[in-house]
């Protein structure tokens, strides 16, 4: 891997480093999309933060939305994303990586 690729991989994983990040991609993970207030309801924080967070995950590319009328959704908008969560949570249950 070169410097470059290495690079953008780092900040991959750079915005994915956050455990406020991953729970709000991981319940749109499961539910498909939200509303900023529901979204913020489920995972219990305010709106302004999440609105916050989401629109960090949109200029990565790894949420996009969608707008009826006055409301806005947002999805996963890259299947890598479902992937690599569920990699990590493997790795996260792996004895090795617990602590001890």
């Not at 994983?13 to 319940?27: D, I, M, N, P, Q």
């Not at 939200?34 to 709106?47: H, R």
Request: hydrophobic share 45%; aromatic share 6%; proline share 2%.
């Amino acid at each position: 891997m070169n410097v470059k690729a290495a690079a953008r991989l780092a900040e991959v994983f750079g915005v994915l480093a956050s455990e406020t990040r991953l729970r709000l991609l991981h319940a749109l993970e499961r539910n498909g999309e939200f509303s900023p207030t529901a979204l913020a309801d489920a995972v219990g924080m305010k709106v302004q933060a999440v609105s916050n967070q989401l629109q960090l995950l949109a200029a990565r590319g790894i949420v996009s939305s969608r707008r009826d009328g006055n409301s806005v959704f947002y999805r996963l908008d890259d299947p890598c994303i479902t992937t690599l969560l569920d990699r990590g949570w493997c790795l996260a249950e792996d004895s090795t990586f617990r602590k001890k």
